[in-house]
Nanobody, 123 residues
Framework: QVQLVESGGGLVQAGGSLRLSCAASGSIFSIISINAMGWYRQAPGKQRELVARITRGGSTNYADSVKGRFTISRDNAKNTVYLQMNSLKPEDTAVYYC??????????????WGQGTQVTVSS
């Protein structure tokens, strides 16, 4: 069994920065590959939305609302993904979820989600 463990959320003032981390834990030695990892967020009363995603090869895509402010990076050897968030705005307030897409374990493929970490930006 594999779990995604997130850290780095918290309360910050507008204009500040936070760095989120997400690491795979559990039976990580059984992981053959992870196609893509990403961050999603869900604000109260809203649908979950993609924030940023990075493939195994390093290709990235971002939501328009965070381009130029957020940077996603990945350490394939550690099965870890990071999200550096700068110039935070109150509208960035949400629960942020880590996602691992198409995780190959033996001959099967899985998608995993983290438990979520709260990011609150005060004005």
């Amino acid at each position: 069994q594999v779990q995604l463990v997130e850290s780095g959320g918290g309360l910050v003032q507008a204009g500040g920065s936070l760095r989120l981390s997400c690491a795979a834990s559990g039976s990580i030695f059984s992981i053959i590959s992870i196609n893509a990892m990403g961050w999603y967020r869900q604000a109260p009363g809203k649908q979950r939305e993609l924030v940023a995603r990075i493939t195994r090869g390093g290709s990235t895509n971002y939501a328009d609302s965070v381009k130029g402010r957020f940077t996603i990076s990945r350490d394939n050897a550690k099965n870890t993904v990071y999200l550096q968030m700068n110039s935070l705005k109150p509208e960035d307030t949400a629960v942020y979820y880590c996602n691992a897409e198409k995780v190959v374990i033996n001959t099967r493929v899985y998608d995993y989600w983290g438990q979520g970490t709260q990011v609150t930006v005060s004005s």
